[in-house]
């Protein structure tokens, strides 16, 4: 691996700490630069397109100290593409995209030059970014950009659907509901976070209406956007010209938008361009010498080492400006050391400290680099500026994810409350719970990130029909509404995935002879399943609506009362209670500061149980159907089965 035994050492000898690497324009010249300290020559190609044989010219780079190579054009290049070649040995060579690419033809062959500034929609600088003065004040709603209006239920245009235009477009319904744009605004989330729209690889955006999908973590350019969600991904600037749109429409609209990225891995690993421009130096190597895979997708990337490292900073700086995005979700952040989390937050915080950062705390295999450096959720006191997924309060609520039938609160374990618990009061100690120590592992509430369902593994619906099924329907629809009510009313940042709110399910198609049940009808990991599988069916939001009114009562109920979002552990420790039931499965809260006392119930059994309300008079807030009722009540009140009940101090008139 070309004899480099010390990363640390070799970065000492040639990390270069400049911020032009790619192509940057300097008094009316183009300048070209490129990082590989060890290769023996470098070279510029032009081109007339994004793929085929028309090359204008091949320039010969020059080489500078640390490492980089450079060559300038006596001009400002517009509307041509671009590679590198890099040579090693003084004979082999190789061509690959610019790694820093910020444009590129279709299926991310061959960067392009252009000015960004001229693809900025109308309005683009002077409309706002929603504000949102903590973690704890964001409802995130995770979106699949195809998923939200590729069926001809959604009411988007053929041009539009199943691409960034969709997102744009307003007026749309399925009979009486809203769907797409209006449905965002309808539901009351803040923010939107999207799954990949970088440049992905293994969908082919020169076939347009091809039935192809991937949910999108197979990196392949990332700081381009994925061309097949563009109305004309052989146009580099449609790509972006309409991802602006996105951002845009929903900020006018006072949604945030949160990028999704995986800077954990690459698609391709010999083949990627990391590795085409510097040769096992991007990736990380196991003892063996070969490409550790601590993704389980084949490789992990080396953020401990500093130019990659370097290269996640800048990138990120550049899509937050570029795009003026809200925050990023970040996969498998556990492979991420670190250091160089906290130098990622400290960029963010120097460009707008509101800006959201979260991610999953855990890998997808072993990695080589010591647990104890790594982001991994149990190491989180270490980077407490960053939010995680809260994996604890998932399978307490729903029962074990990688076990279908596995059953959580909601569906009758009775061992699930006190780390369920430890999930309602935001993950941070409190002096009421002892015990379920794995559970208490924030550092803030607003590092806990709070959810039951994602793009991964079943939906909510889906794992219910399978662990509950000998429930009624009625009852699993109510287990499904106290699932909401539980993770939306815990302290932290509620997350839940684009139709959730109206019993998602993804449908998978059989194989042929394959016996059909509860768990084969269904798909688990439907990353590259048809858009039967994975479209979002807006005809279920019809046929729920009891259930879309009871999270959308939900989300207004959170939005609307401070003590839902409580900042810090000492707020939670003050401000929040358990009340004795005499049953610890039966859980009540009281939240209350000198303006406001609110009480929430949580009833898992199937049938009715009692509780005498404290020496106040309260009304109901939130009732099983997601109502409310002023008129006044004290006293004994019932929870029905399977639900939960919210009320709210009557204030004493002055």
Not at 233 to 254: Q, W, Y
Not at 255 to 260: A, F, P, S
Not at 350 to 375: H, I, Q, R
Request: glycine share 8%; with cysteine.
């Amino acid at each position: 691996m070309f004899g480099i035994t010390d990363y640390a050492q070799f970065d000492r000898e040639y990390a270069y700490d400049g911020d032009d690497l790619g192509v940057t324009y300097r008094d009316g010249k183009t300048v070209f630069k490129a990082w590989s300290p060890l290769a023996t020559g470098v070279y510029l190609n032009l081109y007339l397109d994004g793929e085929g044989p028309n090359l204008i010219e091949t320039l010969p780079m020059e080489r500078l100290d640390r490492g980089v190579w450079y060559v300038e054009l006596f001009y400002h290049a517009e509307d041509i593409f671009y590679t590198f070649s890099f040579e090693f040995d003084n004979r082999h060579r190789e061509e690959t995209i610019d790694i820093y690419a910020r444009a590129c033809g279709v299926n991310g062959k061959r960067g392009y030059l252009l000015d960004h500034s001229k693809l900025n929609p109308e309005g683009w600088d002077t409309t706002p970014r929603p504000k949102c003065e903590s973690p704890c004040d964001a409802i995130v709603y995770e979106c699949h950009v195809r998923d939200f209006s590729i069926d001809e239920t959604s009411g988007i245009d053929r041009e539009a659907k199943g691409r960034f235009k969709a997102f744009t477009v307003g007026g749309t319904r399925y009979r009486t509901v809203t769907t797409c744009l209006d449905h965002l605004k309808e539901l009351g989330i803040t923010h939107v976070q999207l799954l990949p729209v970088f440049d992905f690889a293994t969908v082919d955006e020169s076939k347009p209406y091809k039935a192809q999908y991937n949910w999108g973590y197979d990196p392949l350019n990332y700081n381009c956007l994925e061309g097949s969600y563009s109305t004309d991904a052989f146009d580099p600037r449609s790509r972006i010209k309409e991802f602006k749109e996105l951002v845009m429409t929903l900020h006018k609209n006072g949604i945030g938008v949160i990028m999704d990225v995986v800077y954990n891995h690459t698609y391709f690993t010999e083949q990627s361009a990391f590795h085409k421009t510097f040769p096992y130096y991007y990736h990380r190597l196991n003892n063996r010498g070969t490409f550790s895979n601590g993704s389980g997708c084949g490789n992990e990337t080396a953020s401990d080492h500093l130019m990659y490292r370097r290269f996640m900073l800048n990138s990120l700086k550049f899509l937050a400006k570029e795009y003026k995005l809200d925050g990023f979700r970040f996969d498998l952040m556990g492979l991420h050391d670190i250091e160089t989390v906290n130098l990622i937050r400290d960029e963010l915080n120097s460009f707008d400290p509101k800006l959201l950062m979260y991610g999953e705390g855990w890998t997808g295999g072993e990695s080589p680099v010591p647990s104890g450096k790594l982001a991994y959720k149990w190491n989180s006191y270490q980077f407490g500026r960053v939010g995680l997924f809260n994996d604890n309060i998932r399978d307490a609520i729903k029962g074990g994810t990688f076990n279908p039938y596995d059953i959580g609160y909601v569906s009758g374990n009775r061992h699930a409350a006190l780390v369920l618990k430890r999930g309602l009061v935001g993950s941070v100690p409190h002096w009421q719970i002892q015990g379920a120590q794995e559970a208490c592992w924030a550092y803030e509430p607003e590092q806990a990130v709070n959810y039951c369902e994602a793009h991964d593994n079943h939906t909510l619906w889906d794992k219910l029909s399978i662990c509950a099924k000998h429930f009624s329907r009625e009852d699993r629809v109510r287990m499904d509404k106290l699932a909401a009510a539980l993770f939306l009313l815990a302290q932290g940042m509620p997350f839940l995935q684009l139709g959730q709110d109206f019993l998602r399910s993804k449908p998978r198609l059989p194989k042929e002879n394959e016996e059909i049940n509860e768990v084969t009808r269904v798909c688990h990991d439907s990353y590259n399943a048809p858009d039967s599988t994975n479209s979002i069916k807006w005809n279920e939001k019809y046929d729920n609506i009891e259930v879309f009114d009871y999270y959308r009562a939900l989300i207004r109920l959170r939005k609307n009362n401070k003590l839902f979002r409580l900042r810090t552990r000492e707020e939670v420790e003050s401000k929040l209670r358990f009340l004795d039931t005499g049953d610890d499965c039966f859980i009540v809260i009281s939240l209350e500061d000198q303006d406001d006392r609110i009480i929430c119930m949580f009833n898992p059994y199937n049938e009715n149980r009692y509780f005498r309300l404290p020496d106040s008079r309260f009304f109901v807030r939130l009732n099983e159907q997601g109502k409310m009722n002023k008129f006044p009540t004290d006293g004994e009140v019932i929870v029905p089965p399977i639900s939960a009940m919210v009320f709210k101090r009557v204030k004493k008139k002055v």
